[in-house]
């Protein structure tokens, strides 16, 4: 009896206590997660640290705007075969459009960044609220609105 008091309370700190090492480990990664790469490179070639940041911040920034474009196209795609199945007209198509630029904007992955978990999860809820309202006012189903506002590819509900 006196075992099973003791374990227990030993396993559940153990476990919380390594769930908030590894989340502030995974904090640290996504701050900058080629600081590292950049540090060792330096040292190896012995080239100035902050040269090849800069080299790896560029990379990282010409790679977000490649998936960036390569999202637009398959939004673009699916949007257009909306149109051809008669579930939005050309006219909703373009105001997605630029409604997705304009959300993109005004919640973009840059206004999340130095924000607490509570702030993000705030935004998050003001941006599905804006949306929604913004698409009941159009006249358009939500699910037609898909990934290029958050939502699961048309399935109805945000991605987690």
Same mark, same amino acid.
């Given at each position: 009896?006196?075992?099973k008091r003791f374990i227990l309370p030993v396993v559940?700190? =153990?476990?919380?206590g390594g769930a908030v090492i590894g989340t502030n480990k995974i904090q640290a990664y996504n701050a900058n997660p080629f600081a590292d790469l950049a540090?060792?490179?330096s040292q190896k070639f012995g080239v100035d640290q902050t040269k090849v940041q800069a080299v790896l911040d560029q990379y990282k920034a010409e790679e977000q705007q490649k998936r960036q474009?390569?999202?637009e196209t398959k939004m673009e795609t699916r949007l257009s075969q909306l149109v051809t199945e008669g579930k939005i007209t050309a006219g909703q198509k373009q105001a997605i459009i630029d409604e997705?630029?304009?959300?993109? =904007?005004?919640?973009g992955l840059l206004n999340m960044q130095g924000? =607490?978990?509570a702030e993000r999860k705030t935004l998050m809820e003001q941006r599905k609220a804006d949306i929604e309202a913004w698409a009941k006012a159009q006249g358009i189903v939500v699910q037609y609105l898909g990934f290029g506002f %958050? &939502?699961?590819g048309g399935r %109805? %509900? &945000?991605r987690r």
């Open positions: 009896m006196i075992r559940l700190t =153990t476990v919380l540090q060792m490179i474009a390569e999202m997705h630029n304009l959300i993109q =904007t005004k919640y924000k =607490t978990p %958050g &939502f699961d %109805g %509900g &945000f």
